[in-house]
Structures are given as C-alpha cells and as structure tokens.
C-alpha cells in the first residue's frame, strides 16, 4: 500500500480553494445555547461547507473579479456564461467571445498553477441565445512519494467543465436559461491511496437561470437587471471504484445579484452590483454523524436533490448558523465613454465557513472590437488567498462592432 504527497497536497488546495479552515469534530464543544466552539470555549467552531471539484466556483472574469466577484447582475457578455446565462439574450450584440487566464498561488511560489477560461455567445434572434464555455484548472507538476518519502514520479492533476446554454426570452423584460455541463476531474488517477485505486471523476449537471431588465424613470436615466442562478445542478462524483456510496458533492450553488447603472451623462456611467451566494450542499455535522453505524456520514449519505432541500436547515447551530453561510458580493463599476472603466469591490465569507475577505480593485480598456480587463485582491485578513499578489486578465472580442 503507498500513499502520495499528491492527494495531501490536493486536498490543501481544495481547501485554500474555498478558504476553508478545517478544524477535527472531535476538537469542537457544543455550548449550552447550542453554539460549537473550540476548547477555548470561546472561539468558533470552523464548520465551512465541503464539496469536491472546487473550480467550478472560482470567477475567472477580471471585470467580476474587479468588483467582489459580483456579476448575477451586471451588464451581459460572454463572461455570464458562469454567473447567469439568462442575461446572453439581452446582450446589445450579437456575437462574443472572453477569454480569460488566472494565475494560482503565485504567492506561495507557484508558477504552473492557473485556470484558463473561454467563453462565447451567439444571439440567434431578438428572443433567443446560445452560450458556450470551457473551463480548464491545471494543478501543475506535483511529485509522488510513498511512506518512507521515496519517490514513485511525478503527476499533473487537472480539470475542466464544458457547458452549453440556451437563452431565451420569456417577456420584453424577463429572460430563462438552461445549461448541461459535463465535468471532469483528474487529480491521481493511476495512484493508489490506503489501499484504494484513485481513477478519474465524472459528473454531469445543469444550471438555471432567469433575468429581470428594465429601465427606471427617474431625473438620471438607468437600467437595473435582477437575476438568479441555481448553478452545477447534477450528479455526486468519487475518485474510486470502492463499492461503498461514499461520493462527494459538486459546488451546487444558489446566487442572487442586481445590477444599478447610472448614465450620468452622455460620457459617464456608473454600475453598483451586489451578489448573496450560498451553496446548495449539506453541513458537516459536528455530533451523532453516523447514525446508522455504516463509516459514512449520515450527510455524505444525501442525494444532490435532497442535499440541496436539505442545506437550507441542517447546520449544527441553527438558524443563525445557515445565515452565517451566505456570502456577499459588492462591487461599483465607472465607465468613461465605454472606453475606460474603474472598479472596485468587497467579499466577504463568515469567518466560521472559510473567512475569505478581501477588497478587490481593477481595470477595463475597450476600443473597437477589444477590450482588456484586469483585477487584483487586496486580502484584509491572515486568511491566506489563492490570489494574493496576483493580476487576473480577461480579453473580450465584441464581434458586433464590426458591423455595418
């Protein structure tokens, strides 16, 4: 039996991917009011929810990023192909493309470690729209050892998701989508771990998504665009062959965001966007978890439908824990002459389900047919961020500014 530096360093990553903070069940105390700490007695009892293929959450857009990671309601482009493709039909033009490239944990010196993301629209009518995307996370070079640290070669864990997404008017003003997403993740395939041949994970799922547009009377004209994204609807996903019903659950994630633009003058223009994020997955349960007395956790035992009914009402500390699970976006955006733009942005997480705040500032230049977006995170904790230290890039091909 061997084990690999790999899966250890994986399930790291996984989690500064969601900026968790694991702490052992065993560790934490329940309180008399119901609140779990830590033995301390007074710190909170980390509890940040647990899903595989991480990466699917990740906001590759820089324009986004630029802002908090809003983006359920700012103005449509490719790049909705991620938060809420029921916005692609009210998109001014007809056809585009965002391609998006965002280095990972540079700041821990890593220098093969990114995501790439491609995204693209083509509005069939006034009334309907399709979308694609192609998402790659590249895990880099990571070397194999077994107990005694001798090495048995090297192996590059990767991932990616397609999706494809079909838009479509169901009022002047309200909009519908649906997608089919097909996912795969390869993070030690070929390996074996505590006596466990590891192969690759699949899953499919779907997203859904609906947009309200309409513009408000007032002395400054404005739009405002309200959307929202069930997102990574679909299947559970294992890494081994084991006959036992041990899978672990996909990013399902529910998001509800609105987008304010002001335009202020004929050159000027002015975006508030904010976002409420929170993943559709159980909690781990922190006492009586197996009750059942079969090694799994009664939680892991969930099916996606009912892990999803289920995340609404099953955390340890109530109801005060579940509003503790939602995670916040805010962001502003200034156009000048739809040439120049400045954002900036805030995230925030709680600190018992990851802890993941930080300021977010960035950004855009458009002439003619392209435009270039960047975005960096200014973390505000000691929490540590993939992206500290880090620019994210997104080049956008407006194809319609070629029109006649």
Same mark, same amino acid.
């Given at each position: 039996?061997?084990?690999?530096?790999?899966?250890?360093?994986?399930?790291?990553?996984?989690?500064?991917?969601?900026?968790?903070?694991?702490?052992?069940?065993?560790?934490?105390?329940?309180?008399?009011?119901?609140?779990?700490?830590?033995?301390?007695?007074?710190?909170?009892?980390?509890?940040?929810?647990?899903?595989?293929?991480?990466?699917?959450?990740?906001?590759?857009?820089?324009?986004?990023?630029?802002?908090?990671?809003?983006?359920?309601?700012?103005?449509?482009?490719?790049?909705?192909?991620?938060?809420?493709?029921?916005?692609?039909?009210?998109?001014?033009?007809?056809?585009?493309?965002?391609?998006?490239?965002?280095?990972?944990?540079?700041?821990?010196?890593?220098?093969?470690?990114?995501?790439?993301?491609?995204?693209?629209?083509?509005?069939?009518?006034?009334?309907?729209?399709?979308?694609?995307?192609?998402?790659?996370?590249?895990?880099?070079?990571?070397?194999?050892?077994?107990?005694?640290?001798?090495?048995?070669?090297?192996?590059?864990?990767?991932?990616?998701?397609?999706?494809?997404?079909?838009?479509?008017? !169901?009022?002047?003003?309200?909009?519908?989508? %649906?997608?089919? *997403?097909?996912? #795969?993740? $390869?993070? =030690? +395939?070929?390996?074996?771990?505590?006596?466990?041949?590891?192969?690759?994970?699949?899953?499919?799922?779907?997203?859904?998504?609906?947009?309200?547009?309409?513009?408000?009377?007032?002395?400054?004209?404005?739009?405002? !665009?309200?959307?929202?994204?069930?997102?990574? %609807?679909?299947? *559970?996903?294992? #890494?081994? $062959?084991? =006959? +036992?019903?041990?899978?672990?659950?996909?990013?399902?994630?529910?998001?509800?965001?609105?987008?304010?633009?002001?335009?202020?003058?004929?050159?000027?223009?002015?975006?508030?966007?904010?976002?409420?994020?929170?993943? !559709?997955?159980?909690?781990?349960?922190?006492?009586?978890?197996?009750?059942?007395?079969?090694?799994?956790?009664?939680?892991?035992?969930?099916?996606?439908?009912?892990?999803?009914?289920?995340?609404?009402?099953?955390?340890?500390?109530?109801?005060?824990?579940?509003?503790?699970?939602?995670?916040?976006?805010?962001?502003?955006?200034?156009?000048?002459?739809?040439?120049?733009?400045?954002?900036?942005?805030?995230?925030?997480?709680?600190?018992?389900?990851?802890?993941?705040?930080?300021?977010?500032?960035?950004?855009?230049?458009?002439?003619?047919?392209?435009?270039?977006?960047?975005?960096?995170?200014?973390?505000?904790?000691?929490?540590?961020?993939?992206?500290?230290?880090?620019?994210?890039?997104?080049?956008?091909?407006?194809?319609?500014?070629?029109?006649?």
């Amino acid at each position: 039996m061997r084990k690999t530096t790999l899966y250890a360093a994986i399930t790291a990553c996984c989690f500064v991917l969601t900026g968790m903070g694991v702490q052992a069940q065993s560790n934490c105390l329940k309180l008399p009011n119901g609140e779990w700490v830590l033995p301390d007695g007074v710190t909170p009892c980390p509890n940040a929810i647990i899903t595989a293929v991480p990466f699917l959450r990740i906001v590759a857009d820089a324009r986004s990023g630029a802002m908090g990671d809003a983006g359920i309601g700012l103005s449509p482009d490719a790049n909705a192909m991620h938060f809420n493709a029921s916005k692609l039909v009210f998109a001014e033009k007809d056809l585009g493309l965002s391609a998006s490239y965002t280095p990972w944990l540079r700041n821990l010196g890593l220098n093969d470690v990114y995501l790439a993301d491609l995204s693209a629209y083509k509005k069939i009518d006034e009334l309907q729209s399709v979308g694609f995307n192609l998402r790659y996370f590249n895990l880099g070079d990571i070397p194999f050892t077994d107990f005694n640290g001798e090495p048995l070669g090297n192996g590059r864990p990767r991932e990616f998701a397609i999706n494809a997404a079909y838009a479509r008017k !169901l009022s002047d003003n309200f909009s519908a989508a %649906v997608s089919a *997403k097909f996912i #795969y993740s $390869n993070l =030690a +395939s070929g390996q074996t771990v505590n006596g466990q041949d590891i192969e690759v994970g699949t899953a499919g799922a779907a997203d859904f998504s609906f947009t309200y547009q309409t513009e408000l009377e007032g002395n400054t004209p404005s739009d405002l !665009l309200v959307g929202v994204a069930i997102t990574n %609807v679909g299947s *559970k996903i294992t #890494y081994t $062959n084991a =006959a +036992s019903n041990e899978r672990d659950f996909i990013p399902t994630n529910l998001g509800i965001g609105a987008g304010w633009t002001l335009h202020l003058d004929q050159y000027n223009a002015l975006t508030i966007a904010a976002d409420m994020n929170k993943l !559709l997955v159980p909690t781990r349960c922190l006492e009586d978890c197996d009750q059942d007395q079969n090694n799994i956790a009664d939680w892991k035992e969930q099916g996606p439908i009912q892990g999803i009914f289920s995340s609404f009402s099953d955390a340890p500390g109530g109801f005060s824990e579940e509003l503790k699970e939602l995670m916040w976006s805010f962001g502003v955006e200034y156009w000048y002459d739809q040439q120049f733009a400045v954002r900036a942005g805030y995230y925030y997480e709680n600190v018992i389900k990851g802890n993941r705040k930080y300021f977010t500032v960035g950004l855009g230049l458009k002439y003619n047919v392209f435009g270039l977006n960047f975005s960096y995170l200014v973390p505000t904790t000691n929490q540590r961020n993939p992206l500290d230290n880090t620019l994210r890039f997104t080049l956008l091909f407006d194809f319609g500014a070629l029109e006649p």
